[in-house]
Each structure stands twice: as C-alpha cells, then as structure tokens.
C-alpha cells in the first residue's frame, strides 16, 4: 500500500483480556518503530525493530507487552492480561533507513479502549 | 537525558496573521530535532527536521524552524496563518546518539480563526 497502515483501527478490550494490534508498514522500510499516545499527551516511544531483529525495547512498560516482527516486514504489538491504563492510540511508524535517518512515515493508530 | 518542552499548550491566530510555536530542548550531545504535525484523524506528518546542518530549517506549508543553540530553542514559525494549519504539532528530539528513537513533547494545539 501507499502507508503504513494498522490494524484494527478501534479496539475495545475487557479488563484481563489479550489484544494483537498489526502494523503493515511500508513495502521495504527497515525501519519499524511502536508508540503508545494517551489522551491529550505526545507519542511516547515503546520499540524498535531493524528489520527483524528488535534492538530497542526500552519503552515498554511491563512484561505484558510484547512485540514482533518475524519477517522484517509486518509487526504486530501484544498486550496481555489488558488494564485500563493501557487504553491509547498505538501509533506505528516506519522508515527507509535506520532510524530517523530517513523521515519516518506513521499509521492512523489504533484506538485501545480497555473497559 | 533528552527532552522538550512545548511552551504553550494552546496558541489561538487569526488567518493571515504569524504563527509562532515554541519549543525549547535538553540534549547531552548534539540533538536531532523535528517538528510534527497531526490533524484530527490523521496520521502524524513531519513538517522539518533539523540535523546539524543549517540552523534555518525550512518544511512543508511555508512552516520554517531556528536551531538556536545558546538559547536551547527550536521554536516553528509561518508567516501567515491558514485555516488548513489548524492542528496538533509536537516538537520532537532524538532519544538517543544512534537515532533509534524520538522523544515527543506534549504538544500544542493550533487554533487559527477567520
């Protein structure tokens, strides 16, 4: 596609339950990059992949969330055992080259609401 | 360690009239700086960045940014508003010397009336 482009676009969780949030960025970026945007607030960094190799992991807030990218391509974001602080925008970005040597690109986000 | 603050929370212009968004950093090393802009439904766009080269940075939009070292700013600038630049816009710095991710501000929202 033209984007990068996330999915689900709205989420609605109950409290306990496991979430997967995909991420298709950009055919060829290297780059892949995980933010997490509350209410009101600025992007808050949680991971970055190289390809398929996660380098950067030090944003995420506890051991429930966890993030892959197997192929170097799609990523998905999993969150376990949901709590309603984790209700956000995941924000997903990409770029050509490492890092934000190159401009990073990001999705529409996806919407968490945890009840 | 890496920050910015947005200086403003909110900045009401009226059409035609200069916009003015300031942003100051804190960096331990030379800093990469950007400023982005989000429109309601819409993903984040980057509007200039800033990467040691010249200290006048000029973006999308007729937007345009200084990197003022002595005074830690890196404030964004347009000299006429437009309805169009109504938005969310966050100044932003690199987290770390390798680039690998960005610190975000908490944003200023634009309001630009006719």
């Known amino acids: 596609g033209a984007g990068v482009s996330q999915s689900p676009r709205y989420k609605v969780a109950k409290r306990g339950q496991d979430v997967a949030l995909r991420c298709d960025p950009i055919?060829?970026?290297?780059?892949l990059f995980w933010y997490q945007q509350a209410l009101g607030q600025g992007p808050e960094f949680l991971t970055y992949?190289?390809?398929?190799?996660?380098?950067?992991k030090s944003g995420l807030p506890s051991d429930r969330f966890f993030a892959e990218r197997p192929e170097g391509s799609v990523s998905t974001l999993k969150i376990q055992r949901t709590q309603q602080e984790d209700s956000a925008v995941y924000l997903c970005?990409?770029?050509?080259?490492?890092?934000?040597?190159?401009?990073?690109?990001f999705g529409q986000g996806t919407r968490l609401t945890v009840v | 360690a890496q920050s910015v603050t947005q200086l403003d929370s909110h900045v009401s212009v009226s059409e035609g009239t200069p916009v003015l968004l300031r942003c100051n950093y804190s960096?331990?090393?030379?800093?990469?700086l950007f400023w982005y802009v989000q429109h309601p439904n819409k993903g984040l766009q980057l509007l200039l960045k800033?990467?040691?080269?010249?200290?006048l940075v000029k973006g999308i939009n007729g937007f345009e940014a200084e990197f003022k070292k002595s005074e830690t700013s890196f404030h964004l600038t347009k000299p006429s508003a437009h309805m169009s630049d109504a938005a969310e816009y966050f100044c932003?710095?690199?987290?770390?010397?390798?680039?690998?991710?960005?610190?975000f501000g908490k944003g200023t929202t634009l309001s630009v009336s006719s």
């Open positions: 970005a990409s770029s050509l080259a490492r890092g934000w040597n190159t401009e990073a690109f």
């Open positions: 055919s060829g970026h290297v780059s």
């Open positions: 992949f190289q390809n398929e190799a996660q380098l950067d």
């Open positions: 960096s331990s090393y030379s800093p990469s």
């Open positions: 800033y990467t040691s080269a010249a200290t």
């Open positions: 932003v710095v690199t987290h770390n010397q390798a680039g690998t991710a960005l610190i």
